[in-house]
């Protein structure tokens, strides 16, 4: 079955430490994103990629890095810089919107962080 | 800025009756419309979307309509199921724009 997958589902973070979230897709997706979604709230994007080796803030991308080395892969690390970290982070892929034309994204089942 | 805690609207709906989740959008150049999914501790479904060349699309049990005019977009479930309990989010996005945008989401709750 192809997918998103997300890892771990849970994540505790010390203070001063850096953690790196897993998101790993299946589906040939060009597009990845990643999301952080706060109790009650909606999601807010915090960083997005649309082709292997190029990457994009978002709107919350302060104390957030990532990577595209791969097409499969788009690793989120949350820094020591992101003072308030505890939150659901969703990672989602969709097809490039020029080699398809708008289409839905597809998500993850998260990963819950929260400071130790 | 960093957006402060909110609560959630809730619609409570009886088993069996139909329900009507609304979204106002933000941004009158939006061209592509989705609604999603998203129950406790998963990530988000998709459920169905809607063009802006189009008024209404319907899905299996789902109807999206679409009110350009006073940007207005209405989810309709009909004959609500318990399974259908959920967090319901409209997102919007535009063709020449990579980002998607997401509504605050509302709580559904079926009451059998």
């Known amino acids: 079955d192809g997918g998103i997958t997300q890892s771990p589902k849970y994540l505790f973070r010390k203070e001063g430490q850096n953690v790196t979230l897993s998101c790993e897709q299946n589906?040939?997706?060009?597009?990845m994103y990643w999301y952080r979604q706060d109790p009650g709230q909606g999601l807010r994007l915090i960083y997005y990629?649309?082709?292997?080796?190029?990457?994009q803030k978002g709107d919350i991308a302060e104390g957030y890095s990532v990577s595209r080395e791969k097409k499969e892969s788009f690793p989120l690390t949350v820094t020591s810089a992101q003072k308030n970290p505890t939150a659901f982070y969703l990672c989602a892929s969709r097809i490039r919107k020029d080699r398809g034309g708008n289409q839905p994204q597809h998500f993850g089942d998260g990963t819950r962080l929260s400071i130790l | 800025g960093e957006s402060v805690g909110l609560h959630l609207p809730t619609l409570s709906v009886q088993e069996g009756d139909n329900s009507i989740i609304n979204c106002a959008y933000s941004n009158s150049a939006s061209d592509y419309f989705i609604w999603y999914k998203q129950e406790s501790g998963k990530g988000p479904q998709f459920i169905i979307d809607?063009?802006?060349?189009?008024d209404k699309r319907q899905g299996q049990r789902v109807t999206v309509l679409l009110n350009k005019t006073v940007k207005h977009l209405s989810l309709q479930i009909a004959a609500t199921q318990p399974g259908d309990s959920a967090v319901y989010f409209c997102a919007e996005s535009k063709t020449s724009y990579d980002k998607v945008i997401f509504g605050p989401g509302t709580s559904l709750s079926v009451i059998p």
């Open positions: 990629s649309q082709i292997v080796n190029d990457f």
């Open positions: 809607i063009r802006s060349n189009m």
């Open positions: 589906l040939n997706h060009d597009a």
